[in-house]
């Protein structure tokens, strides 16, 4: 495929599969419609971007969903190898999740000018982890082995994987995993 693209990771939206852990907090029907409202803002906002191409990655495969771009399976496995996949797809790309409330089209933008300087781009977030990875054509054979998935270790592990490479990291930003990460962003009273 040519040029830049976003690939946004999402789950299919149905009642009591999505954003499980804050579910616990806010119950399935806030956290459905925080993930809705989450999807259909990125959309709208990153697919009318002429400088990327948005495709939607969604799991479970077999999802129908309408929702304007590209969809594609996210396939089988653990998280990074779902994430290689989709990265490995595409000579330049960034991969984004749909929780992060703060995100818009100039961080988009930030990480393809990072790329043009470094292998990889990351954008660490407040727990540990990251909120947007992007790699350039030189990558890791394994970019997301032995890695610590939902935890505070999630980015560290990662960027081992990343000695040999040029990596850049954007802003530090929130992702929504509990109701005291919507009452931060402003989304939860």
Do not use: C
């Amino acid at each position: 495929m040519k040029g830049d693209a976003v690939i946004l990771f999402a789950r299919a939206p149905r009642l009591g599969t999505v954003k499980r852990r804050l579910a616990r907090e806010v119950g399935d029907v806030a956290a459905l419609r925080f993930h809705r409202g989450q999807v259909a803002r990125l959309v709208r906002q990153l697919g009318r971007d002429r400088r990327w191409r948005l495709v939607l990655a969604a799991t479970p495969d077999r999802a129908r969903w309408r929702a304007g771009v590209a969809l594609h399976p996210q396939g089988g496995g653990d998280l990074g190898a779902r994430m290689a996949r989709a990265l490995g797809r595409h000579r330049r790309a960034v991969l984004i999740g749909s929780d992060i409330p703060g995100l818009g089209t100039g961080d988009i933008a930030a990480a393809f000018r990072a790329l043009g300087r470094a292998d990889a781009v990351f954008g660490p977030s407040e727990d540990g982890g990251y909120w947007l990875v992007g790699f350039g054509p030189r990558r890791p054979e394994r970019p997301f082995a032995r890695i610590r998935w939902s935890s505070e270790h999630a980015l560290a592990d990662t960027l081992a994987n990343f000695s040999r490479h040029r990596v850049a990291l954007l802003r530090r930003l929130r992702d929504v995993d509990s109701a005291a990460d919507l009452r931060e962003v402003g989304q939860w009273r």
